[in-house]
């Protein structure tokens, strides 16, 4: 899964939701709907611009819309420094607005390192609006709070960073990597006592 590192935060793929929000702006044709294509993993920018070059080749502005990679900010630290990447969360995929017909399918299938549409048979399936929120909102979330890339285990020593218990060490307890929290177990007064941390708030113990 290839990373490609970035200045912390502010540049976002095209297509991606405004400000504010998981929202998805109304497409200028009402009939788009957002469809997934297959790609060579690794070239996903590329079939990004090269589809966007052939929309205005084609003068298929009012056919094909947004063309969007869901990444993900994530934060990982190095050398006791933060540093910030994307990352796609699904490699090998490129999302798609299309008011899509046969002319349309073909511009898209035709696309240089494009291999298909995600759908049954010859036939691409769009995506719910369900679906197409859950994307964005992943997308936007990702961009707010950025994933930290690092692996607790239980047991494992850490020394917290941050808030009333900076300095202290403890013992990893217990790993939420859906809410990026751990318990650590910190020794306070000569009593264990759990406290809950974010990820974000220790580090390793070398």
């Known amino acids: 899964m290839a990373d490609e590192e970035k200045q912390p935060?502010?540049?976002?793929?095209?297509?991606?939701?405004p400000e504010?929000?998981?929202?998805?702006?109304?497409?200028?044709?009402?009939?788009?709907?957002?469809y997934i294509i297959h790609s060579y993993s690794g070239f996903e920018r590329k079939v990004k611009e090269s589809l966007e070059s052939r929309v205005q080749a084609f003068g298929l502005q009012e056919k094909i819309g947004k063309v969007l990679i869901p990444t993900e900010s994530v934060t990982e630290v190095r050398g006791g420094k933060k540093y910030t990447s994307e990352r796609m969360f699904y490699p090998g995929y490129v999302l798609v607005e299309?008011?899509?017909?046969?002319?349309?399918?073909?511009?898209?299938?035709?696309?240089?390192?494009?291999?298909?549409?995600?759908?049954?048979?010859q036939q691409p399936t769009p995506l719910s609006?369900?679906?197409?929120?859950?994307i964005v909102y992943r997308v936007d979330e990702s961009r707010d709070k950025p994933k930290l890339k690092v692996k607790?285990?239980?047991?494992?020593?850490?020394?917290?960073?941050?808030?009333?218990?900076?300095?202290f060490t403890g013992i990893v307890d217990d790993v939420n990597e859906?809410?990026?929290?751990?318990?650590?177990?910190?020794?306070?007064?000569?009593r264990s006592t759990p406290v809950e941390l974010e990820f974000n708030q220790v580090e390793k113990v070398a």
């Open 20 to 34: 504010g929000g998981a929202s998805v702006e109304a497409p200028r044709n009402p009939n788009m709907k957002w």
């Open 98 to 121: 299309m008011d899509m017909n046969d002319h349309v399918w073909h511009v898209v299938k035709s696309t240089p390192r494009v291999t298909g549409f995600v759908g049954t048979g």
């Open 129 to 134: 609006d369900e679906e197409v929120q859950h």
């Open 9 to 17: 935060a502010g540049e976002n793929d095209g297509g991606q939701a």
């Open 152 to 167: 607790f285990e239980k047991n494992e020593s850490v020394r917290i960073t941050e808030g009333p218990f900076a300095s």
């Open 178 to 190: 859906d809410r990026e929290t751990l318990k650590v177990m910190v020794t306070i007064f000569g």
